[in-house]
Nanobody
Framework: QVQLVESGGGLVQPGGSLRLICSASGSIFSSKTMAWYRQGSGKQRELVAHISPGGTTAYADSVKGRFTISRDNAKSTVYLQMNSLKPEDTAVYYC?????????WGQGTEVTVSS
């Protein structure tokens, strides 16, 4: 069973940047389309971005042009570079597979955008 561990969150001012990191255990990482999701307070979890094993990416309209997803298959790690952050980006961010069946959810990493 794969384990997903997210890190890199924190408090940042509007317009600032953060880089989130997701480390995955298990040998199947390189064959999986990976994704970042987020869940704001009182909101449903939503898909933010995903990346195929070969590096093809896609983004939610709300983050397009500001966020960049990338991966390092050798390190079983996926990243989310977040620039020009807005208060509405405040949420707990999770990584997981893009397509079902999903892995067990990690603890997530909290991002707060506030002045």
């Amino acid at each position: 069973q794969v384990q997903l561990v997210e890190s890199g969150g924190g408090l940042v001012q509007p317009g600032g940047s953060l880089r989130l990191i997701c480390s995955a255990s298990g040998s199947i990482f390189s064959s999986k389309t990976m994704a970042w999701y987020r869940q704001g307070s009182g909101k449903q979890r939503e898909l933010v971005a995903h990346i195929s094993p070969g590096g093809t990416t896609a983004y939610a309209d709300s983050v397009k042009g500001r966020f960049t997803i990338s991966r390092d298959n050798a390190k079983s790690t996926v990243y989310l570079q977040m620039n020009s952050l807005k208060p509405e980006d405040t949420a707990v961010y999770y990584c997981n597979y893009r397509f079902s069946p999903l892995a067990s959810w990690g603890q997530g990493t909290e991002v707060t955008v506030s002045s």
